[in-house]
């Protein structure tokens, strides 16, 4: 009998971190199953702090993370095991062709060698990456570097997938390319996997074809009230922007 999928992908309540000044302050956060959601603000927000959070790659101060029903906090393993995490600053192997990384990570996640080729070829030709799929990536452009760590971040299939600004070095034909890639992950292995678990991205800009956003103005960070609530969505909560002395 197939368990049924928690509700929310990500649940955040309370969420606090401090570098000397608050940065992120009691952040409640909810996204559901299948779902984008965007946090917009400037620079210093606390946008990548409180995603840095959510994937274990930072300790709160306080507050509590769940990740499918995962408490991110007792159990950061299972949390990782169903998250994918990609940093504006694509991070992959020089040494290896795009083909060779995507395998290398594949086989990390303990993917089939099978299912990782397929998924590979899949990725690396969706985001039209043939042309270049054996050649080493220490001579792949930014843009052609930023799509082959987005192919490693999708060849396990994660059911959350975390972005922060996963734009940035790509041109419009690129960025049109990735987004459809994100939008239709079932059509992508359509044909090498029978059940696609629910899945949500959390984009830190504000490129997204559906879903929902929360937007910083001047470190005050509004919550987005979770289904069913019925009464008004009150701000709780806020990303603090640092402040800075005007010369």
Not at 24 to 47: H, I, M, Q, S
Not at 144 to 156: D, E, F, I, T
Not at 157 to 184: N, W
């Amino acid at each position: 009998m197939n368990q049924a999928l928690p509700s929310f992908a990500l649940e955040i309540r309370g969420l606090a971190k401090n570098f000397e000044q608050p940065a992120v302050d009691g952040l409640d956060l909810w996204v559901r199953t299948d779902e984008f959601y965007t946090l917009l603000g400037p620079n210093g927000a606390g946008k990548t702090t409180t995603l840095r959070m959510v994937t274990g790659l930072l300790k709160p101060d306080r507050g509590s993370i769940t990740v499918f029903g995962i408490d991110a906090l007792a159990d950061p393993i299972g949390v990782k095991k169903a998250v994918a995490w990609l940093s504006d600053e694509p991070m992959i192997y020089d040494k290896l062709t795009p083909m060779e990384y995507l395998h290398f990570v594949a086989g990390l996640w303990a993917v089939e060698s099978g299912l990782a080729e397929a998924r590979a070829r899949d990725l690396i030709g969706w985001l039209g990456l043939e042309a270049h799929a054996h050649d080493r990536c220490e001579g792949l452009s930014r843009g052609m570097r930023q799509k082959v760590a987005l192919a490693g971040a999708l060849v396990h299939e994660p059911r959350l997938i975390i972005l922060d600004e996963p734009f940035t070095g790509l041109d419009a034909g690129s960025a049109r390319l990735v987004k459809r890639v994100l939008c239709e992950p079932s059509r992508l292995f359509r044909d090498h996997d029978d059940a696609h678990p629910g899945r949500c991205r959390a984009n830190g800009r504000s490129h997204r074809r559906d879903g929902r956003r929360a937007t910083p103005s001047r470190g005050e960070f509004g919550r987005v009230a979770p289904p069913g609530w019925s009464g008004p969505c009150q701000p709780r909560g806020h990303l603090s922007c640092p402040r800075r002395n005007r010369h």
